[in-house]
């Protein structure tokens, strides 16, 4: 791999190359990760939409979203009939340099648990889990996330089913005094969300100063990984 492709390898927005039929070329590392919420044909049409109309390259910034991944723009070039390439540019996911949260050691699945638990009684939802089990204990106000979370679990309790998930977010940190701390997110998915109190829980998030992604599908509340 050379020095300019190992730029494009590890570049934190997603860039694909496909050739006329649409299929995928090559792909550096962020678009594979893009791929898990993103469909390629999609993406193939995406490309086709914001090419320039004669050869060359062609910047538009146009609001996009896919699962998590929100972007602010995307670049689309082609040289012959043969590949089209398309570069999408992430929209800044978390601030750098704020104030380090504090609080105590906690198990997220343990608050998860509990929280799930006094949310299900006396309704009719599956509520289903998918938890990364290598995720430690880290520093958290534990009662600021609990009523967070019964926030969101209210949020979707018109839903028949509940989907809870806790990942890694792979490459992404946040800074704190000068000191990189990787991130983890619990996202919370329905079938049917009272989008009425949509604010109301904006308001509490800020209040607890939570970094949360809010979609039509789903909530995530994006951690920092603070162990000590």
């Not at 946040?174 to 969300?193: E, H, M, N």
Request: charged share 20%; glycine share 4%; proline share 4%.
């Amino acid at each position: 791999m050379t020095f300019e492709q190992s730029w494009i390898e590890y570049d934190y927005n997603p860039f694909i190359l496909f050739n006329a039929q649409g299929r995928i070329i090559s792909l550096n590392a962020e678009a594979q990760f893009l791929l898990g919420s993103a469909d390629a044909g999609e993406l193939f049409e995406l490309a086709k939409t914001y090419a320039s109309i004669s050869f060359g390259f062609k910047t538009s910034f146009v609001p996009l979203e896919y699962g998590r991944y929100k972007f602010f723009g995307l670049t689309v070039g082609y040289e012959d009939e043969e590949q089209i390439g398309i570069k999408l540019y992430q929209t800044p996911s978390f601030k750098l340099d704020t104030k380090k949260p504090e609080g105590k050691p906690t198990n997220i699945y343990t608050i998860l648990d509990l929280c799930i638990s006094s949310n299900s009684i006396n309704k009719n939802i599956n509520f289903v889990k998918d938890y990364d089990p290598t995720i430690p204990d880290v520093s958290i106000n534990s009662n600021a996330i609990i009523k967070l979370l019964t926030k969101i679990y209210n949020y979707f309790e018109q839903s028949s089913i509940i989907r809870t998930k806790v990942f890694y977010r792979i490459g992404e940190h946040i800074k704190f005094d000068d000191t990189k701390y990787s991130i983890f997110s619990i996202s919370i998915s329905g079938d049917k969300a009272d989008t009425h109190n949509k604010s109301a829980l904006k308001m509490v998030a800020e209040k607890y100063n939570f970094y949360v992604d809010m979609s039509k599908e789903a909530i995530t509340v994006n951690i920092p990984m603070i162990t000590a």
